[in-house]
Every structure is written in C-alpha cells, then in structure tokens.
C-alpha cells in the first residue's frame, strides 16, 4: 500500500554529519505520524525520532536530542533526518516508518505500519 525507500547512508568520520532521505509512494494519503528507527549490529530496533503528520510536532530518543532533526515535505512525500555531530555510537542501519496512526497513538507504542528497506550509516573515530 505504501513504499518507503530511505537514501544518504554512508560513511562518516566522528563529529561528521549526515543527511537521510525517504521517499514514499503508493497510497500515502493514508500516512500520519512518520519516524526514523535504527538496528546496531547485535541489537534490537531502536527508536530515533517521530513526527507527526503536519511535521509541526517532533519526538526524539535522548541520545540524539540535540544532534538530530527530523522533518518532512509533504508535498514532495519526503521524509527527512539531518545528523549532525554523530559519534560511533550511532553506527546502525537506519529505517524510515511510517503509521496510519497520528503521533499521539504512537510515541507510547512507537508501533509502525509501514517500513523501508533501511541504509546503512557508519561513523568511525
């Protein structure tokens, strides 16, 4: 129903930045809230950051606020996430969702109906 493909992983030095895209197609008329996840090799699927359908409200993980900004054009049905100041830690494959829910429903959940394939983002130190 919808198609979510995410660009502009790759690899960067500690303190570097770099800019995720998302692209959705399909029936996206029906897509609300919007997020970024990541998966860190040997770890679980973590929750990044969330917005919500107006792009007016955003949610993030602690460990990004302040180094990460995520938006979206709803004219262009892009999804967006700027990294700035990115450490190794954040070395994960990151994975563009989205609900047909509005971001009150998911925060508490963080359930998502729809997801990418995921790009990979490497920091090095």
């Known amino acids: 129903q919808v198609q979510l493909v995410e660009s502009g992983g790759g690899l960067v030095q500690a303190g570097g930045s770099l800019r995720l895209s998302c692209a959705a197609s399909?029936?996206?008329?029906?897509?609300?809230?919007m997020g970024w996840f990541r998966q860190a090799p040997g770890k679980e699927r973590e929750f990044v950051a969330l917005?919500?359908?107006?792009?007016?409200?955003?949610y993030y993980k602690d460990s990004v606020k302040g180094r990460f900004t995520i938006s979206r054009d709803n004219a262009k049905n892009t999804l967006y996430l700027q990294m700035n100041s990115l450490k190794p830690d954040d070395t994960a494959v990151y994975y563009c969702?989205?609900?047909?829910?509005?971001?009150?429903?998911?925060?508490?959940?963080?359930?998502?109906?729809?997801w990418g394939e995921g790009t990979l983002v490497t920091v090095s130190s």
């Open positions: 969702a989205a609900s047909r829910r509005g971001l009150n429903e998911v925060v508490p959940t963080r359930a998502m109906d729809f």
């Open positions: 917005i919500s359908s107006s792009g007016g409200i955003t």
């Open positions: 399909g029936r996206t008329f029906i897509i609300y809230a």
